[in-house]
C-alpha cells in the first residue's frame, strides 16, 4: 500500500520522492561508548600518575639512604598491580571525566584559585603573616583629599550603601552632595539646598537601599529627601501643650539624632529633647509608629542625646543626658533590656552609641572626655576606657573598622590651640596604635566606609577629608582624582547670529549692522518702531474717535475754552474787573431797589474828640 501510495503521489506531484530519509541514532550505544573510552583514558592517566608518584618517592628514598633504594623499586611495580587490579574488579571506582592537573596532590583544597600573594598557615610563614596583618598596616591613610563645604562645622556625613555618593551637610544649613563618578580633580559638589532652612544640620544618613537620605536638623521635624535632593517625607509636629508625650503625633522640641533601620528600607528612628525616641514609617507621616521614654532612677523624665539600632535592627540603643545608656527590645517599648546607670558622668552629652559589626560590643563617646566599650551580655560595666579625648560638640561620633579590629574617633581642639586628630584604638588591649592629624580645627565627624575602605572625616573648619589607600581602597575618591579639570565654556559675544549665505538673492539678504546710531535713526523715523501718535481726526469723527471741533456741543465748548485768552487766575481781579461799569451802568440789582432804598444816615465823629458819653450805663464798657 505505501509504494501504491507514493507511487500515485509522484504520478501527481510530478517528482519520485520527498529527499533523504532521516538518520536514526542508537544514544544508548552512543553513551556506551563514551563511557568505555572515558575509562580507558582515565585508567592510562591513573597509572601514569602513579607511575610518578613512585618514581618521585624513589628519588626521595635514594638521596636519604642507599640501602632503601632496593625496597622502593620492588614495591612499586606491586602498587600498580594492585591499582590495575583493583580498577578492572569494580567499575565504581574508576575516574570519569577529564583528568586533573598533575601538580595537584590530593591533600589540595578544591575551589576557586586563591588570590595572589596568599600564604598558607604553616610553622615558616607565621611570622611574615603577623606582619602583614598588622591592623595599622590595614588603615586606608596613604592618600587624602579635602573637600569644601563651606566656612562652618561640618557636622553631618552620610554615604550611600555602594558608596557612589557622599552627602555633608553643617552650621551653615547647606548640605551638599558629592558624585564621586561625577566629579573631576576640582572636587565640585553637583548640588547644594538648605532643607529645614535656618536650622543647623545634625545627622544624615542614607536607608540601607540608598534610594533615600535622613536628614535631622535642629527643628522638631526630621525630613527625608531623595537621591538628588528633593523632598520625600516630613514629620509631623506633636502639640506641646499635652503632658504626656504619648498623646502626641510627633516631636516636641528639638530633635538630637536618627538613623535608619538596618533591615526594613521604609523605617527610621529620632531622639528629641522632649524625652522620647519615635519610630516612623515614611509610608505614614501623620503619626509616629512606636515611641519610647527613656526614664531616670527616679521614674523622671530624661532626654536623649543620641539613638541607634543594632546591627540585626533587634535593639534600640540611647544615650541619655543623666550619663545612663538605656537598651530596648524593638517590640518592648515599656521597659529597657538593658540599662547602665552609671556609664558616663552625669550631667554631660553622650554624644554617640554604635554596635560592632559582630553586635556583641557597644562603643560610646561621651561628653565627659573618655570613649568605652561595653559588652550587652554584661552591661555593668564597661570592657576598657580610654580617657583624654577633648569632646566640644554634641555629635562628635565613632565607629568601628570593617573588621571589627579598631575603634576611631575624632578629638576636639579650641581655636589656635592645636590640631584635631583621628585616634585609632585596639580592640584587644584598647590602646591608642595610630593617630592622624586632620587640620588644625576640631574633628566631628568619622565614617569608615566597609565596601569603599575609605575614611571620610568632618571637621570644625568646613572641610571634609577622604582617607584612602590606592591597593587597599575601592572606587570613591581614586575615581574623581585620575580626572582633569573642565574647561569653562566661554560665553558668545555676539549678541545676534547672522547666516551668511553669498549665493542668497539680494532681495532676500539681510544687510549687516555696521552702527548703532544709524539704526537708532532710522528707527525714529519709522512711525511703528517710534510709536508716532496718530495725528486728529478732521470733520464730525468717525470710528468711534471724536473730530476736532464743531461736530458736537460738546467739542464746541472745549473750542472755546481753548481759544480763551483770559487768565483767571485771580478770581477777585477778574470779578473787580467789572466794578466800575456795574457802578456806572446798573442793570440787575441796583434799579430793583432804587425807589425803595432808603438812604444811609452815618454819624460823623472826628477821630481827635472823644466819644460823646450818651450811651446808657449798662452799654458803657467796664475798664
Not at 260 to 281: A, L, Q, Y
Request: hydrophobic share 30%.
Amino acid at each position: 500500500m505505501d509504494e501504491a501510495e507514493d507511487a500515485a503521489v509522484s504520478a501527481t506531484m510530478g517528482f519520485s520522492g520527498f529527499g533523504k530519509k532521516a538518520r536514526t541514532f542508537d544514544l544508548e550505544a552512543m553513551f556506551e561508548q563514551t563511557r568505555r573510552t572515558a575509562v580507558e583514558r582515565s585508567k592510562k592517566t591513573f597509572e601514569a600518575r602513579e607511575q610518578e608518584e613512585d618514581s618521585s618517592k624513589e628519588e626521595q628514598v635514594t638521596k636519604k639512604s642507599p640501602a632503601l633504594k632496593v625496597v622502593a623499586s620492588s614495591s612499586a611495580p606491586r602498587c600498580t598491580e594492585s591499582g590495575s587490579s583493583d580498577s578492572e574488579d569494580s567499575s565504581d571506582d574508576e575516574e570519569i571525566g577529564p583528568p586533573a592537573p598533575s601538580n595537584v596532590s590530593d591533600d589540595d583544597m578544591i575551589g576557586p584559585p586563591l588570590p595572589p600573594g596568599f600564604k598558607d598557615s604553616d610553622d615558616e610563614d607565621e611570622e611574615v603573616d603577623e606582619d602583614d596583618d598588622s591592623p595599622i598596616k590595614r588603615i586606608p591613610d596613604s592618600h587624602e583629599i579635602s573637600l569644601q563645604h563651606g566656612t562652618k562645622t561640618v557636622s553631618a556625613l552620610g554615604l550611600d550603601p555602594s558608596g557612589a555618593r557622599l552627602v555633608t551637610g553643617g552650621y551653615d544649613y547647606d548640605v551638599r552632595f558629592w558624585d564621586f563618578a561625577g566629579m573631576d580633580a576640582s572636587l565640585q559638589a553637583f548640588r547644594s539646598l538648605q532643607p529645614c532652612e535656618c536650622h543647623q544640620i545634625k545627622t544624615l544618613q542614607y536607608s540601607n537601599t540608598g534610594d533615600v537620605i535622613l536628614v535631622v536638623a535642629g527643628n522638631s521635624q526630621a525630613k527625608v529627601l531623595d537621591r538628588d535632593g528633593f523632598p520625600v517625607m516630613e514629620c509631623v509636629k506633636g502639640d506641646q501643650y499635652i503632658v504626656d508625650m504619648a498623646n502626641t503625633k510627633g516631636h516636641t522640641a528639638m530633635l538630637n539624632g536618627g538613623c535608619w533601620h538596618p533591615k526594613i528600607k521604609e523605617e527610621f528612628m529620632t531622639c528629641s529633647n522632649d524625652g522620647t525616641v519615635r519610630i516612623w514609617d515614611v509610608n505614614s507621616e501623620k503619626k509616629h509608629k512606636n515611641i519610647f521614654k527613656p526614664r531616670s532612677s527616679q521614674g523622671k523624665r530624661v532626654i536623649p542625646t543620641c539613638c541607634t539600632y543594632s546591627r540585626d535592627g533587634r535593639l534600640i540603643a540611647a544615650g541619655c543626658h543623666d550619663g545612663t545608656i538605656q537598651i530596648w527590645d524593638r517590640n518592648m517599648n515599656v521597659h529597657t533590656k538593658y540599662h547602665c546607670r552609671q556609664a558616663h558622668v552625669p550631667g554631660t552629652d553622650t554624644s554617640c552609641v554604635t554596635f560592632s559589626y559582630g553586635g556583641q560590643i557597644l562603643a560610646t563617646r561621651g561628653g565627659d572626655d573618655t570613649l568605652k566599650t561595653w559588652d550587652i551580655r554584661n552591661f555593668k560595666k564597661p570592657l576598657h576606657t580610654a580617657s583624654g579625648l577633648s569632646n566640644f560638640f554634641p555629635m562628635t561620633d565613632c565607629c568601628f573598622s570593617p573588621d571589627d579590629k579598631l575603634l576611631i574617633t575624632g578629638t576636639s581642639v579650641k581655636k589656635g590651640g592645636g590640631n584635631g586628630s583621628l585616634m585609632f584604638f585596639d580592640m584587644v588591649e584598647f590602646q591608642k596604635i595610630y593617630e592622624i592629624n586632620v587640620t588644625d580645627a576640631s574633628v566631628v565627624r568619622c565614617l569608615w566606609h566597609p565596601k569603599l575602605n575609605q575614611i571620610m572625616v568632618g571637621t570644625g573648619n568646613g572641610l571634609a577629608r577622604v582617607y584612602y589607600d590606592p591597593a587597599q581602597s575601592q572606587r570613591g575618591a581614586k575615581l574623581c582624582v585620575v580626572k582633569t579639570n573642565r574647561k569653562e565654556r566661554q560665553a558668545g559675544t555676539l549678541t545676534q547670529d547672522y547666516v551668511i549665505t553669498p549665493h542668497a538673492l539680494p532681495m532676500f539678504r539681510e544687510p549687516r549692522q555696521r552702527s548703532t546710531r544709524k539704526q537708532l535713526e532710522k528707527d525714529r523715523l519709522d512711525p511703528l518702531k517710534s510709536h508716532k501718535p496718530e495725528p486728529p481726526v478732521a470733520g464730525p469723527g468717525r470710528g468711534g474717535r471724536v473730530g476736532t471741533h464743531g461736530g458736537t456741543l460738546s467739542s464746541f465748548i472745549v473750542k472755546n475754552i481753548a481759544l480763551d485768552k483770559t487768565d483767571d487766575s485771580n478770581p477777585r481781579e477778574a470779578i473787580l474787573r467789572h466794578a466800575k461799569d456795574a457802578e456806572q451802568n446798573p442793570y440787575w440789582v441796583a434799579p430793583a431797589y432804587a425807589r425803595t432804598q432808603p438812604n444811609a444816615v452815618f454819624a460823623e465823629v472826628d477821630s481827635d474828640e472823644d466819644e460823646p458819653d450818651n450811651e446808657p450805663e449798662w452799654k458803657k464798657r467796664k475798664i
